[in-house]
């Protein structure tokens, strides 16, 4: 990781902060944050094994969630101020929010700084979707990522602890249907529950021409529950996919701020060939490239999903503060980013909140 790689900044002046004086989010490494995840909610309709607690987690009550308006201004504040080109919402589960539609549809009013559409996404667990998709789709969204862990239905409501396989499979067919594709389903394994499983998603996906993308899970569950030692990694899941499927290597700038690395899976007998990733965000991590910020659902700005510390929003918007002072506020919080999420150091801390709460 190098300090400025941007032409532009390094000719910049500094501010009071000591970060060059430029529109963009730029941290003390370089890094310029051009995607925005907003988690719309922190409530779900599942409770998957590696994000929430069975029973007794707590939800923000409702005057503590940013408004539509709130969200709607602290978009505009990052794509006009901050030079934000994406932005993904997220949760919880987003579709719980019933004005998701509004909030994309306003997005999708706005113009990137270069000119551009914003690349407007959804990560969603895909119950209701079917339902949705459409409407999200003239509204304006993108794509879509559902997540869906195992076709096999007893294996999702052991890792989901409701029994809506069929649900989230409708979800992911109706966005197609709708015109988002490519589809792409997340996928999480857990040793010992989905792990046998590994093949028969990924034949699912390509029969749907789906983009798989395995993601490691991380510590951002409930507390207890992540062991490294127990950790499924990339190479675990491509030793496994490696036994079924003809793979090549997609080499580079994939992964770049996308942090999916991929491969090509050349057509069989059974299925019609495609393409799948693995987020490898523990054995392989990928901060030194990250151009994320995020906001959690009660307005709490997180420059990192492990960020230890969180910058009120919330309070700057409802104390009457201006565009410039939030804007300001924003960079100068980001210009603080870690280096890196630091799993691996013998001082680790997961964050405070669960991956639920974050916005994944
Ligand atoms: N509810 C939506 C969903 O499940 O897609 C959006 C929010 S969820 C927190 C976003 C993504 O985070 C999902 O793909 C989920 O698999 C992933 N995720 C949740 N807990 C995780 C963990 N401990 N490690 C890695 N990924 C995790
Ligand atoms: Fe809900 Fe998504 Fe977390 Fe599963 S991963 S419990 S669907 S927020």
């Avoid at 010992?192 to 996906?205: I, K, P, R, S, T």
Wanted: with cysteine; glycine share 10%; hydrophobic share 40%.
């Amino acid at each position: 990781m190098t300090a400025f790689p941007d032409l532009r900044l390094k000719r910049a002046r500094l501010d009071t902060y000591g970060r060059p004086d430029v529109p963009e989010l730029v941290d003390r490494y370089g890094r310029v944050a051009r995607d925005l995840r907003i988690s719309v909610t922190d409530r779900c309709n599942l409770r998957c094994q590696y994000c929430m607690p069975e029973e007794g987690q707590e939800f923000l009550p409702t005057p503590e969630v940013l408004t539509d308006d709130e969200i709607i201004r602290l978009m505009r504040i990052a794509v006009d101020e901050l030079r934000i080109e994406e932005i993904r919402f997220t949760g919880g589960e987003p579709l719980m929010r019933k004005s998701l539609e509004k909030l994309v549809a306003a997005a999708r009013g706005m113009t990137a700084w270069t000119g551009a559409p914003l690349d407007l996404s959804l990560t969603t667990n895909g119950l209701g979707l079917k339902h949705r998709a459409r409407g999200l789709a003239e509204a304006g969204l993108n794509r879509v990522n559902v997540s869906m862990d195992t076709v096999s239905p007893q294996a999702y409501a052991a890792l989901t602890r409701r029994n809506r396989l069929k649900d989230a499979q409708a979800g992911a067919a109706a966005a197609a249907e709708a015109g988002m594709t490519p589809v792409k389903l997340n996928a999480l394994v857990m040793p010992g529950v989905n792990e046998n499983g590994v093949c028969d998603l990924l034949q699912y996906a390509l029969e749907h021409h789906y983009e798989l993308r395995f993601i490691e899970f991380m510590p951002l569950g409930p507390r207890g529950t992540w062991k490294r030692s127990q950790m499924v990694t990339r190479e675990d899941i491509l030793r496994i996919v490696e036994q079924h499927f003809e793979l090549t290597h997609r080499p580079g700038p994939e992964r770049g701020a996308s942090p999916a690395e991929e491969w090509d899976v050349l057509p069989g007998t059974n299925h019609p060939g495609g393409r799948f990733g693995i987020v490898a965000s523990v054995s392989r991590p990928f901060c030194g490239e990250c151009d994320r910020t995020r906001l959690t659902a009660d307005g709490q700005l997180r420059s990192c999903l492990f960020a230890r510390e969180e910058t009120d929003l919330r309070a700057l918007l409802r104390g009457g503060a201006s565009d410039t002072e939030i804007a300001d506020t924003w960079r100068a919080a980001m210009w603080g980013k870690q280096a890196g999420h630091g799993i691996d150091d013998p001082g680790f801390l997961s964050p405070a909140r669960p991956m639920s709460a974050i916005g994944g």
